[in-house]
């Protein structure tokens, strides 16, 4: 069965400190894997995609990384502002069928 | 770029209504996409358009949802009658093509409350 968990479910932090949100799925034949973020009240904003092939990938203070061997995926957020306050979700696209599942999210609260 | 275009942005109505939810995409992009996020079930696919012809609907839940793309520059997401399990938040996108690797722009979303 195609799934996408995320953990932690929720994650609170101080400003200015580094965390790192995981993804791990079962998706199968896997064509990318992508990470939004979604501050309240708007929609997903794209903020890095990976291709099997690509092991790791950049977005200003936000880094991703890819193991497709053992199907897992991070993002990692370095010295955390107020505005990274925010849902990011974990979406993973298989190829052929161009099913794509979504995760649940992760509820980042950054503190002042 | 004035990005996808939902309408309205709330919609409060009462079960049994009919209910319809618009969707601009943005100018060119050939592929259209219908969401629905909820705090149980996260985001879920309804489902998209490719060319303005749907794809896969897999994801509509039941029959009382339907939707349709009559061109590249509108779509209608319908639900007839509503009922209270369908209040969530509904989202569109769009995309330039309908390649897995191209990046899906979503809309603001529309806040449904099936009362």
């Known amino acids: 069965k195609n799934q996408v968990e995320q953990s932690p479910q929720s994650l609170i932090i101080l400003e200015g400190k580094n965390c790192t949100l995981q993804c791990n799925y079962t998706v199968s034949p896997f064509s990318n894997l992508r990470w939004y973020k979604q501050d309240t009240g708007r929609g997903p904003v794209s903020l890095t995609i990976m291709t099997f092939s690509e092991n790791t990938k950049s977005n200003g203070r936000y880094t991703a990384t890819l193991d497709a061997d053992t199907k897992q995926s991070s993002l990692h957020i370095t010295a955390s502002q107020l505005s990274d306050s925010a849902s990011y979700i974990c979406v993973v696209t298989n190829t052929g069928g161009f099913k794509t599942i979504f995760g649940a999210g992760t509820r980042l609260f950054v503190k002042a | 770029d004035a990005g996808v275009i939902q309408s309205p942005r709330h919609e409060v109505t009462e079960m049994g209504q009919e209910v319809t939810l618009r969707c601009k995409p943005i100018?060119?992009?050939?592929?259209l996409f219908w969401y629905r996020q909820t705090m149980m079930r996260g985001l879920e696919l309804l489902i998209y358009f490719n060319n303005n012809v749907p794809i896969d609907d897999s994801g509509m839940p039941e029959d009382r949802f339907s939707a349709k793309m009559p061109n590249a520059s509108f779509s209608t997401l319908k639900i007839q009658p509503s009922e209270p399990r369908d209040s969530a938040v509904y989202f569109c996108?769009?995309?330039?093509?309908?390649?897995?690797?191209?990046?899906?722009?979503f809309g603001p979303g529309t806040r449904l409350t099936v009362l």
């Open positions: 996108a769009s995309t330039a093509s309908s390649g897995a690797y191209n990046e899906q722009f």
């Open positions: 100018s060119g992009h050939n592929s």
